[in-house]
């Protein structure tokens, strides 16, 4: 009978051991289930970064897009595969504790199954020996119980171990759970904020070949306005990125043109090599000038104004198909790129004409009587002409596709004029507004556009009607900021009498009309318009200058200046 109960102890040590292989039986599932659902999770966040990979970007925007979203997702895969080696972490090590408590367990149980049964076997031969007129039957049952009741504990504690075993993983799956979906949930924002970001890059890219360059400005002052933002982190960051990305592209297309006014570590900028060209222009100028000797000079024509010289430069160098490059900066070689355009878009011709003419001569025959005589007189006269291409023609001798014909005129439009002169001269938008129409004549020769503007048949002296072309340009004749004047006398006057004159000791502003006094006679006789005042320099831009418009510059004070009409711009 004893043998009996010693079989059921054994019995309840197989049915703990059965357990514990139910509760890692149970810990597997939930492993499994929970595993499933966080792939399920992954799963999806990669189908929506292979859509936003996908997306319909073109040129530069795909490659950025492309290279955004794959950061994102590989932080994306890089979180998903710590939360699968953490999970895989927890089973292993799982499993080792099961496998320790189960060994822990047999040992435990069976110790104790042979202490149970040493003592059950002393308890009963203790027993005959005090009592043997008691029931043996009632002190082995008895014994028998203690010991079933001791394996029933063992049970007991195993399946407590087990289930605590099991809630400690079942947590650590929950945890890994919501790790692998925050980590998704994550991932998947970035996909989404960085797609929606490519895509208006991708519509702002478009439009820019078919919008305004203005848009450039927009952007910069985006950029400008999220730099700040960078510090804080988070999304911002990435958008500001995708702007500089934005800013790069457009810097790398035509309209890097409007990013070339300052140095770009080359020791030059746009406007430092179009005033070196200025000056060649004029050193030939003079060179046809002193190449014969004449007895009257006629010079006539006008040059091609910078911003289509520039503007046919930007789409013939960036869109060259053989060898294209950025025109945002300037080098050697881009220099001459842009001279032999110059040169190409430009020419000055000359030739001389001797011509023979009949003028009378009076003279005193000595008795008081004036006698006139006929006199042949032979001059030789040196004609000047400068004359250029136009944007079209210029287009049509460099075989100029539509799109590129396209982009000179976006690059050419009256918006954008505010662009050229920050670009060429380092002006925005202000009321120093005729210095950069004057600047733009810079070149032109003969006075003819002037002068036959104002109402002449022929040629006068023209350095008035060409500042007062300018003003009226800029509307400032019908705004009654500046006078209509062909003489420096009525010019001056009209200032003076509004209290708006200073001397020649002032530092005129951009936009100043100065007025000279060549002879030194106290009387006016030519006049320009001041470009800017700087170390004691006053720089103009004159007309009639040698007979053509001309960049000059004088100390302040100089007894060439006569002095100065002030705009009440």
Known sequence: ??????????????????????????????????????????????????????????????????DVVYAFDKAGRKGVGETKRNIQSAKDGFQRFKQQRAEQSLRKQTAQNT?????????????????????????????????AKTTQKSVKTAEQTAKAAIKTSQQTAKAAQKTAQATVKTSQKAAQAAKATAKATATAVK??????????????????????????GGWVAV?????????GLIAGSVYGIFFSGEDSGTGM?????????????????????????????????????????????????????????EVATVDDTKKQLLSDIFWEMNSISSRTETKSHTEIEESDDGHGNIVETEKTVTETFLYITVSHK????????????????????????????????QVLYGIGYSDDQIVSVALSQVGNVGGQPYWSWYGFDSR???????????????????AGIIPKYAGCVNGAQWFKDRGQWADRNYEPAPGTIIFFDWEGDGETDHTGIVQKCENGIVYTVEGNSGDACRQRQYTVGSSSIYGYGVPAY
């Not at 595993?35 to 997306?55: F, G, H, L, M, P």
């Not at 043996?136 to 203690?146: D, L, Q, R, S, Y």
């Not at 958008?239 to 800013?247: E, S």
């Open 1 to 66: 009978m004893a043998d009996i109960k010693t079989r059921d102890t054994v019995k309840g040590t197989i049915k703990t051991l059965d357990k514990a292989t139910v509760a890692g039986q149970k810990m597997k599932e939930a492993y499994i289930a929970t595993k499933e659902k966080a792939e399920r999770s992954v799963n999806a966040n990669e189908n929506t970064a292979e859509e936003y990979a996908a997306d319909k970007v073109q040129s530069g925007i795909d490659e950025i897009s492309h």
């Open 115 to 147: 202490n149970s049964a040493i003592k059950t076997v002393d308890t009963a031969e203790k027993t005959i020996k005090q009592s043997t007129t008691s029931s043996g039957k009632k002190t082995i049952k008895f014994a028998g119980k203690e010991a």
């Open 207 to 232: 439009a820019a070949a078919k919008a305004t360059v203005a848009a450039v400005k927009a952007i910069i002052a985006a950029v400008k306005s999220l730099v700040a933002a960078i510090a804080a």
């Open 239 to 247: 958008v500001v990125i995708i702007v500089l990305c934005l800013v």
């Open 269 to 325: 900028s746009m406007q430092t090599v179009v005033q070196e060209i200025n000056q060649e222009y004029d050193d030939r100028l003079e060179q046809e000038k002193n190449s014969v000797s004449y007895d009257v000079l006629e010079m006539s024509g006008s040059r091609a104004v910078w911003k289509d010289v520039l503007a046919v430069y930007s789409v013939k160098v960036n869109t060259n198909a053989d060898n294209p490059m």
């Open 390 to 421: 136009t944007v079209d023609e210029m287009a049509t001798a460099y075989g100029f596709n539509q799109e590129q014909k396209d982009y000179l005129a976006e690059l050419l439009k009256d918006e954008n004029n505010q662009l050229w002169s």
């Open 460 to 478: 006068v002296e023209w350095c008035a009607c060409f500042v007062s072309w300018c003003a009226n340009e800029c509307g400032y004749i019908d």
